[in-house]
């Protein structure tokens, strides 16, 4: 069980998170190097020593970015790739297991809204489509927290042009360059290079997103048939939607052991492209925890897990999608499920 910090800045203490009940790993990144230098080794080792003198461990990274030249499949990725092996090399030599990444053009995680009350008064993300079509990228200021904010109006601009010659053919090449690169290095150095898929999986404002659907991840895991090319499966990413069967996806996957790490995070979706993001309890969502969970557990999964988003309650202010009362609750009702499951083995044997 992990659970995701933002450093030292982040209000959310290495001290609170250690006494969730069951917390033992620590995810996160250094936040300060720009998208496509190298994370050197001196940095990662204080992270490390940071976090195992607050009494937990540091083994995952989310997320280690991939610079969009290397998206874009410009002649400087080579030199980006290089620094991304770098990278790779001293995080393995710190001890880190997992890498967590992804391939979305410019925008991470994409929402209308941080602030959608609940019944319940509490509040938590939503994408309602009609909002985000109403949204013009260059004019209107958005931003989310999940985004690289450093994007001015210009280089806004600049970027969409750039992509305006990516379709998803193209996107699919320079993933799959990026992956022969990198994939071996990480296979060498021990760690598992963990895609997170597209969130929302389906294309925004006009960029491609690839990492949507079960044939287009069994095509992103022929690419290089390897356990470090593995991936980070987000229920709630892929779950945001009726068109992904997630509970048959986990156990497919997890059966072929191509899941390093798991992001649990329920969803309520309707029929129209809309969603919001509740708290983990299965009758809260459109998403059945309990069989997610005994997909992994049928299929011994042993890799890494986190609550992922939770809504923000009792009065809690911060960084959206990642306060500490409902991710913490998140993982106290992930760690009873999975204890059911463990004793429920051993019952039938
Ligand atoms: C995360 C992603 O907050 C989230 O939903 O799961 O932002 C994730 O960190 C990145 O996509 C991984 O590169
Ligand atoms: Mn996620």
Redesign the pocket.
Known sequence: MSFRWYGANDQVTLEKIRQIPGMQVIVTAIYDVPVGQVWEYERILALKKQIEDAGLRFEVV??L?VHEDIKLGLPTRDKYIENYIKSLHNLAKAGIKVV???F?PVF??TRTTVEYPLKDHSKTLAYFKKDLENINVYDDDVSLP?WDTSYKKEDLRHIFEQYSHIDEESLWSNLAYFLRAVVPEAEKSGIKMAI?PD?PPWNIFGLCRIITCEKNIDRFLKIVDSESNSL?F?TG?LGCTPDNDIVSMVRKYSAQKRIAFV?LRNVKFDNDGNFYETSHLSSDGSLDMVAILKALHDTGFDGYCRP??GRMIWGETGRP?YGLYDRALGACYINGIWETLEKEKCSSH
């Open positions: 989310e997320s970015p967590c990444y992804n979305m991470d995680w999940g997170h969130d980070t987000c990413s992001h992922d988003h999608g």
